[in-house]
């Protein structure tokens, strides 16, 4: 159905990504297919909360999440061909951006159930699925 699926992941929920994995999985086919997940992080969009990060911590931090993701990555089963990404920046800016660089077919991301929050502050999902230039697949983690 799709031969290049991006994941955008949040490294702190583990089963959210490997739930991710099994619905990339399904929806991965033809020659060499390919599952692109991408971490951004978006420590530095309000610098002045964080004054105790610096290059190095930062460098630190983007090291510990590939790692974690070539980790999750190499779950995969046999003939799907996984790559991490890592980026800084706002969530929704950065998915579309490598959405479009790598020319994915589809998007597989995790969204919460809407509330009355998302009233006044649209969700990253939301603006995927309005700005992508490909299908986008929301799976809920509620």
């Keep these: ?3 290049k699926v991006l994941l955008p992941v949040d490294l702190s929920h583990e089963d959210h ?11 991965a086919e033809g020659e060499s297919p390919e599952v692109h997940m991408l971490y951004v992080d978006q420590s530095l969009i309000h610098s002045a909360g964080y004054p105790h990060l610096n290059e190095q911590s930062i460098a630190d931090h983007h090291r510990d999440a590939k790692h974690t993701m070539d980790r999750l990555l ?10 991490s990404h890592c980026c800084e920046g706002t969530a929704h800016d950065q998915i579309l951006e490598t959405a479009q660089a790598l020319a994915v077919n589809v998007i597989v991301m995790m969204a919460r159930k809407p509330g009355i929050r998302s009233y006044f502050i649209g ?5 995927v699925v309005r700005h992508a230039g490909c299908s986008v697949v929301i799976v809920r983690n509620d």
Excluded: T
Excluded at 17 to 27: N, S, T
Excluded at 74 to 83: D, H, S, Y
Excluded at 123 to 127: D, F, L, Q, V
């Design 74 to 83: 190499a779950e995969l089963p046999e003939g799907l061909i996984g790559f």
């Design 1 to 3: 159905m799709f031969n």
């Design 123 to 127: 969700s990253n999902a939301e603006r």
């Design 17 to 27: 990504i490997r739930e991710l994995m099994r619905v990339a999985v399904k929806m």
